[in-house]
């Protein structure tokens, strides 16, 4: 499966951006698609996952209430609406997908998010 991510960049806090990743199929291995994201000199970290089949979406704790993620299936692709960005979510942000929803198997290249404070 390949993964391509989209929307990265550079804004100051408080911003918005999304991020979007379309894989280049629908098969049970991408029964449920995220991302995780590295923030600088820490370790990846779950931040949202969404699953394609049944209506379950989660996001971490650090961002409830200001990431949203969302998909569209008839584009094999899911969103990652954040909003009221914090310096805090200065990281990578790496697209992936699993089987399962207990963890990802793949992950795509990722996309650098910088917020300034």
């Known amino acids: 499966v390949q993964l391509q991510a989209c929307g990265g960049g550079s804004v100051p806090a408080g911003d918005s951006l999304r991020l979007s990743c379309t894989a280049s199929?629908?098969?049970?291995?991408?029964?449920?698609i995220g991302w995780d994201r590295q923030r600088p000199g820490k370790e990846r970290e779950l931040v949202a996952k969404i699953a394609w089949s049944a209506d379950s979406a989660l996001v971490s704790d650090d961002v409830k209430g200001r990431f949203t993620t969302t998909r569209d299936n008839a584009k094999n692709t899911a969103y990652l609406q954040m909003s009221d960005l914090k310096s805090e979510d200065t990281a990578i942000y790496f697209c992936?997908?699993?089987?399962?929803?207990?963890?990802?198997?793949?992950w795509g290249r990722g996309t650098q998010v910088t917020v300034s404070s």
């Open positions: 199929e629908q098969s049970p291995s991408t029964n449920v």
């Open positions: 992936a997908v699993g089987a399962s929803w207990t963890r990802f198997d793949q």
